[in-house]
Nanobody, 121 residues
């Protein structure tokens, strides 16, 4: 069974920074594309950023200048550096990954349990 565990959330003042981590564990062959999503209270879950196994990145335009996604394939980890945080960034941040369980098999999609980010004004 594959698990994605997020960490690094917390309470920060507006203008501050946080670095989120997502670590994949369990028995699998390869961690493919990984994305960070977030869900604010009363709102739909939305994509924040994504990164391929090769390191190509995609960002939601409104966050591109403040957030940076990166990964360490050797540690099956993906990170989200968030700078210049705003109160509207308050949300639960989720890690979502395509995981190849066995070589040459199709990737399966997994979600983490989320980490709370709260930005105070």
């Amino acid at each position: 069974q594959v698990q994605l565990v997020e960490s690094g959330g917390g309470l920060v003042q507006a203008g501050g920074s946080l670095r989120l981590s997502c670590v994949a564990s369990g028995r699998f062959s390869r961690l493919n594309a990984v994305a960070w999503h977030r869900q604010a209270p009363g709102k739909q879950r939305e994509l924040v950023a994504a990164i391929t196994i090769g390191g190509a990145t995609t960002y939601v335009a409104s966050m591109k200048d403040r957030f940076t996604i990166s990964r360490d394939n050797a540690k099956n980890s993906v990170f989200l550096q968030m700078n210049s945080l705003k109160p509207e960034d308050t949300a639960v941040y989720y890690c979502n990954a395509d995981v190849v369980i066995r070589p040459f098999s199709r990737a399966e999609n997994y979600w983490g349990q989320g980490t709370q980010v709260t930005v105070s004004s």
